[in-house]
């Protein structure tokens, strides 16, 4: 079996950061979205994944991830010349995949399970494609899957105003070889796409057997500023262990599962936990609280932060309290010392904001 991972796409619900960077290389928890996918095939045995890439982004994904063999894998890179659908995908690494099952992985999902128990209900019993599925409050902004009382798939909805079902498609499928036969026979949709949906469909009309798998765990699509800030939350909450590697001085108070990577400074500051301090980073004179994770290399001093991303070698300075924030990579936010309201940003990598008179920084 073959995993394919899709990291194309133009991220625009996260600009300003998409701008720069590719949306499955922005950081959870000071860790690119796409490495917790790749780590997710690694736990499923799967040894030759493809890569989707895109012009605007593909150079930076293939920087990251290189040959695979951090994951014990080997990655193979195709590129997708426009934004097609994610059944153009299938249909543009269809050399690659060949006559084998495999494994279709949204680059900027993350779930809270292993997927092993998924990825093996493919290649017997008749099944050409599995389907995880998450039940959801209002399915009304997702693909929506209506299922039988065998819970196979009967039809597939894309973002119906009146959902028959409260089960949603993750972005998680384990497809047969006869998906290609379907997408043969699929058009593009009023988008101008190649839409996955209408290839399931198709399947299904195919005469093919479609299960779904539902997810017990966590889903988060880390599509928006929100999203991220939860998919930060959700995984400094399950995840991350009290660590100290750093240097802490005596006056510093950290409680709660703190995390402080190698070299980081931690200076005159109390940490409430779930917190991750890169490496590299220095917090002096400030309060980091709960569900914040301080990049590498990044610089908050004199700040109160809490429930926000800072990302790798951005600088906080002066700022009275911080919340609900993205900061991007290299930027800079410089408070107003008489100012002690609140802020809340989504700042763009290298962007610089100065609150209030000058404060004599050097460039």
């Known amino acids: 079996m073959k ?15 998409t701008f720069t960077t590719a949306k499955q290389l922005i950081p959870v928890v000071n860790k690119p979205i796409i490495y917790y996918v790749m780590e997710q095939i690694q ?8 890569v989707i890439i895109s012009p605007e982004t ?25 934004p097609g659908g994610l059944a153009h995908a299938v249909k543009t690494a269809r050399p690659y995949l060949g006559n084998d099952h495999f494994l279709m992985y949204l680059g900027d999902n993350l779930i809270g399970e292993d997927i092993s128990p998924f990825v093996s209900k493919i290649g017997g019993n008749g099944v050409d494609s599995v389907i995880l599925l998450k039940k959801v409050a209002d399915p009304r902004m997702f693909g929506v899957a209506e299922v039988d009382e065998k819970g196979r798939i009967t039809r597939l909805v894309e973002k119906p105003k ?29 988008r101008g796409e190649l839409e996955i949906t209408d290839a399931i469909q198709q399947l299904i009309a195919m005469g093919c057997r479609v299960d779904s798998y539902p997810l017990s765990g966590w889903w988060l699509d880390t599509g928006k500023k929100d999203d991220l800030l939860e998919a930060n939350r959700v995984v400094l909450d399950e995840w991350v262990v009290r660590g100290i590697h750093g240097q802490v001085d005596e006056q510093s108070k950290l409680s709660g599962r703190v995390c402080v990577e190698a070299g980081a400074q931690i200076v005159r500051s109390t940490i409430r936990g779930p917190v991750m301090i890169g490496a590299g980073a220095k917090v002096i004179n400030s309060f980091i609280g709960p569900y914040t994770a301080v990049g590498g290399g990044a610089h908050v001093e004199d700040s109160a932060l809490d429930f926000s991303v800072v990302l790798e070698e951005a600088r ?13 990579k290299k930027v800079v936010v410089i408070g107003d010392r ?16 100065v609150l209030g008179g ?3 920084r050097e460039a």
């Open 358 to 360: 000058s404060h004599g």
């Open 162 to 190: 009146e959902p028959k079902s409260d089960l949603v498609v993750v972005g998680i499928y384990l497809f047969s070889p006869r998906i290609h036969e379907a997408i043969d026979h699929i058009k593009p949709s009023w």
């Open 316 to 328: 906080v300075e002066h700022v009275h309290r911080l919340e609900e924030s993205v900061l991007g």
């Open 3 to 17: 995993a394919l991972v899709l990291s194309g796409g133009k991220g625009t619900r996260l600009r300003p950061l």
């Open 43 to 50: 736990k499923a045995g799967i040894r030759e994944t493809g």
């Open 338 to 353: 008489n100012n002690h309201g609140t802020l809340k940003l989504m700042v763009g990598d290298y962007s610089e904001i």
């Open 58 to 82: 593909g150079r930076d994904i293939q920087q990251a991830l290189g040959t695979g063999e951090k994951w014990g894998m080997t990655l193979t890179y195709i590129p997708q010349d426009m």
